[in-house]
């Protein structure tokens, strides 16, 4: 069964850092690409970041881009976003998911198929 363990969110002033993990469980982390998602209050879930499987090519929104970074380790089943110079804007649970393809200039879709975790919460704020 294919699982997400979202971690490492919190409360943070803005401008400070968090680093998130994403622990996979299921499937070959190595043979799919990954990506980071997140819901504010009252909006729609939408794509952060995604990291592909084959070369870690790497895609950011444009709302976070220069701020966070994505990596990942397939020995350790996990995902990472690092997350700078945080802004109030950024509040939200982040969540991941496997993606059906990758691209780096678009954010992949999720495998429809796959649960969401139950995510992880940052909140920025002074």
């Known amino acids: 069964q294919v699982q997400f363990v979202e971690s490492g969110g919190g409360l943070v002033q803005p401008g400070g850092s968090l680093r998130l993990s994403c622990a996979a469980s299921?499937?070959?982390?190595?043979?799919?690409?990954i990506g980071w998602f997140r819901q504010a209050p009252g909006k729609e879930r939408e794509g952060v970041s995604s990291i592909s499987s084959s070369d870690g090519s790497t895609y950011y929104a444009d709302s976070v881009k220069g701020r966070f970074t994505i990596s990942r380790d397939n020995a350790k089943n996990t995902v990472y976003l690092q997350m700078n110079s945080l802004k109030p804007e950024d509040t939200a649970v982040y969540y991941c998911a496997r993606l059906l393809f990758f691209s780096p200039r678009t954010m992949g879709v999720p495998i429809g198929d796959d649960s969401w975790g139950q995510g992880t919460q940052v909140t920025v704020s002074s």
């Open positions: 299921g499937f070959t982390l190595d043979y799919h690409a």
